[in-house]
């Protein structure tokens, strides 16, 4: 059995038909070219070849009773590959709109927690002759870093197929199920430390105040309670979603970045507020103080090592400088922001999020949550954030899927109450791939927002005058 860190049962536990806080990532590829022609069986023994390299496929999830403590994963005894991987078609004509829709009907529904918690439905009828990759996880078992490493992984560095994977060094061993008396028993200890691991937590926060209240007091931190304005995405979401993806060029991005002095993330950060900005000047609905953003940051260990399970993050507001009409000048104000955001992160220490998150036992934090929930306590309170804007580095080389080439990695995040909004891009190649899911009640049509990511880096590039 592996035990679940907090953040990692926290996604359980705030879980809600509402807010379903599984992740997906779409893949496209041309079925044409794959060599000796592309077959669904082909797919799913590809994908059993390489299992034991994909330890979460075969995760199960066992509860202890009453939620006292943090649930565990055993190897899933009556695990079935067939079960998880599904099979749909577009209807004509598979055009980007059919297949938002397709993949948000899917979205919506949350993971069967009796079995390893992933789908994998493969969407064929795409304009083109395209075919996509729908891959469903819960966020329990990994965060954007983890999921990128898991896609190199489940494809292939060439052309060639399966042929460099590695045989597994033992044989795959599946667990007995444990009993509820033993799950609440191991619970006892963890539960009844929580006040000591708080009070440890809170110990720790101390000496980093005055650091943190410097931090604050530079004036490019944005705060709740006057310093992030309410948008409509910082209400509470529905169930229904609807999500948009566009792709761009990572070299106009660096391209950007060597013009102006900064860092890549500025530049997402930059063309995601510049959409967002015209969005709701379209509107009448901008707002006079800038926006804010919630940047997942990694606390992983050093690069290289190998991540394919689990979360490790933290997040740090940026204001996105929605204030601000210049292009130009707005990214180099996210640029000043995101620098002192990460001044605050440093004072308080990025690890420190995490470990208020590892205190409360997992029935304490579901409890709270859905009485925010129940009590519409979002429309009380000003928001914390606006919405995340998330960037992962992705594989940097071609990867293939039967042998063809694999064309874009578009991911879908997730909404909670407060922030119904979400900007995904992952780095794939020499290209950049964005996501934008929101609440079909929030944003109707979110290929706007992709459009306009796309305009907004078209304008960048134009005043950049340094090569990549």
Not at 99 to 126: A, N
Not at 128 to 147: E, L, S
Not at 406 to 411: L, P, R, Y
């Amino acid at each position: 059995m592996k035990r679940l860190s907090g953040l990692d049962a926290a996604f359980l536990a705030v879980e809600s038909d509402r807010w379903p806080t599984h992740v997906a990532c779409i893949t496209v590829f041309d079925p044409a070219d794959c060599p000796g022609g592309y077959d669904i069986d082909r797919f799913k023994q590809s994908l059993a070849d390489r299992l034991h390299l994909l330890p979460p496929l075969r995760w199960r999830l066992v509860d202890p009773p009453l939620s006292l403590g943090r649930p565990h994963w055993i190897e899933d005894a009556d695990f079935d590959l067939d079960w998880h991987i599904r099979r749909i078609g577009l209807p004509a004509p598979g055009t980007r709109s059919e297949l938002s829709e397709v993949c948000t009907e899917i979205y919506r529904h949350r993971l069967d927690r009796r079995r390893p918690m992933w789908e994998l439905w493969v969407i064929e009828g795409l304009e083109h002759g395209h075919v996509a990759v729908f891959w469903k996880i819960h966020h329990a078992c990994i965060d954007g870093i983890a999921g990128a490493s898991i896609q190199e992984v489940m494809f292939d560095p060439d052309p060639s197929g399966g042929v460099h994977i590695t045989p597994p060094v033992e044989e795959w061993v599946p667990e007995e199920f444990p009993s509820g008396a033993r799950m609440f028993l191991s619970s006892l200890p963890s539960f009844a430390a929580t006040p000591i691991r708080l009070a440890k937590e809170v110990g720790r926060m101390l000496p980093n105040a005055p650091a943190l209240v410097r931090s604050a007091r530079s004036g490019d931190l944005p705060l709740p309670g006057g310093g992030v304005p309410r948008t409509r995405f910082n209400d509470a979401v529905t169930e229904h979603r609807t999500w948009g993806f566009c792709s761009i060029s990572l070299d106009d991005v660096k391209r950007v970045k060597n013009t102006y002095d900064v860092k890549v993330n500025d530049v997402v950060l930059a063309i995601s507020a510049g959409s967002l900005r015209k969005w709701l000047q379209a509107r009448g609905e901008l707002p006079d103080v800038p926006l804010a953003a919630s940047v997942p940051v990694s606390v992983r260990g050093p690069k290289g090592e190998e991540v394919t399970t689990g979360n490790a993050i933290s997040g740090m507001p940026v204001s996105l400088a929605t204030d601000i009409d210049d292009p130009v000048l707005r990214l180099q104000a996210i640029h000043r922001n995101a620098m002192a955001a990460k001044d605050m992160q440093r004072a308080l220490g990025a690890q420190t999020i995490m470990n208020l998150i590892e205190t409360p036992p997992p029935a304490m934090l579901s409890l709270a949550l859905r009485f925010y929930a129940t009590t519409n306590l979002v429309k009380r309170h000003p928001p914390v954030t606006n919405l995340p804007i998330s960037n992962v580095p992705g594989p940097p080389r071609q990867l293939y899927m039967l042998g063809a080439p694999i064309k874009a990695f578009f991911s879908m995040g997730l909404l909670l109450d407060g922030a119904g909004l979400f900007i995904g891009a992952m780095s794939y190649k020499d290209q950049m791939d964005f996501g934008i899911l929101s609440c079909k009640e929030m944003i109707e049509d979110p290929f706007e927002l992709a459009d306009g990511i796309v305009e907004e880096l078209e304008i960048l590039v134009k005043t950049s005058k340094e090569p990549a």
